[in-house]
């Protein structure tokens, strides 16, 4: 695979970005207004369709069982949960105008959104771990295999997943196994059988399924999910407990997008709260 291909975006924040664009704020949790935040020339318009492009060509359900053969053993490395945040610094870029940031405070702003608003502490703790996994940029992921909207594996592509036209150069696009409305599935079989494509969302849930609220977990797993969460395009695929659990993930998903903003926290303030949150729902080391 050519380089180009797996650093398409200039940064992970400009998916992040095209998000916005496509789902304004409604209700301004940011303290920046939606038309203040960053409007894309053609060029980084260009960018993010590339990315999209190489995502719905290599994410097939294939590909997705052997990227969860490979990273869901957790052998990777092994580092206490603060020297983790530390290791996700590493992803600080330049490029991004809105917010000279870290991914840290970045996750910071989101949780302490969510404290804001009175949500339990276990949501807080979603807000500090939502983008963890995108790690797998420093095991040498490429971009559209960490970050993008999700989507099933194993069945027919939605026309409601951004630019579905690209999926036309997916092999499972042909594959009557997996071209069909079902697919490898089962109608309403819940998604806890469904395949999602590849990325940071399934990782860090696998990285914490037994340390966290089911609510919690949806949060996790299903944040990029805007094919479902926003436009409902696998109703056919959920049961009544993944319809009743993605009240939460909808609730999340406000803070997700738009809690950014150039303020940073105060973490010599905040630090003893998220000392203890971190100790009452995490191990003291996690595996990569």
């Known amino acids: ?41 053609n060029t980084q318009r260009d960018t993010v369709r590339d990315f999209y492009r190489l995502n ?47 991914q840290f405070q970045h996750l910071l702003q989101t949780s302490e959104a969510i404290r804001r608003d009175g949500h339990p502490d276990w949501m807080v703790m979603v807000g500090l771990l939502h983008d963890m996994g995108k790690v797998l940029c420093l095991f040498g992921e490429p971009q559209w295999a ?10 027919a592509f939605s026309d409601k997943i ?8 997916n092999p499972d696009a042909t594959n009557e196994l997996y071209n069909t409305k079902y697919g490898v599935y089962s109608p309403n079989c819940g998604l806890r059988k469904v395949h999602m494509s590849w990325g940071h969302d399934e990782y860090v ?5 037994d340390r966290l609220p089911d609510s919690a977990l949806y949060m996790l ?9 926003r436009e409902s395009a696998y109703d056919h695929l959920m049961d009544d407990h993944d319809r009743e659990m993605f009240r939460w993930v909808k609730l999340f998903n406000p803070y997700d997008l738009y809690s950014k903003n150039p303020t940073p926290p105060d973490w010599k303030v905040l630090r003893p709260y998220y000392e203890d949150l971190v100790a009452k729902y995490l191990p003291s080391t996690l595996k990569f």
């Open 205 to 209: 849930y696998q990285m914490v399924k």
């Open 146 to 155: 960490v970050v993008g909207d999700t989507f099933p594996v194993g069945c």
């Open 56 to 102: 719905h060509k290599y994410q097939s359900y294939d590909f997705v069982l052997n990227k969860e053969k490979e990273f869901l053993k957790f052998d990777k490395k092994e580092m206490p949960v603060w020297d983790a945040f530390q290791f996700l610094n590493q992803l600080v870029d330049d490029s991004d105008p809105d917010t000279d940031l870290d």
């Open 221 to 229: 797993r299903y944040h990029s999910f805007y094919a479902q969460h």
């Open 1 to 41: 695979m050519k380089d180009s291909e797996n650093a398409p975006l200039k940064s992970l924040d400009v998916w992040e970005d095209d998000v916005l664009q496509r789902y304004p704020d409604p209700e301004k949790i940011a303290t920046k207004s939606k038309e203040e935040f960053r409007d894309y020339d």
């Open 162 to 169: 951004v630019y579905p036209e690209f999926f036309s150069e």
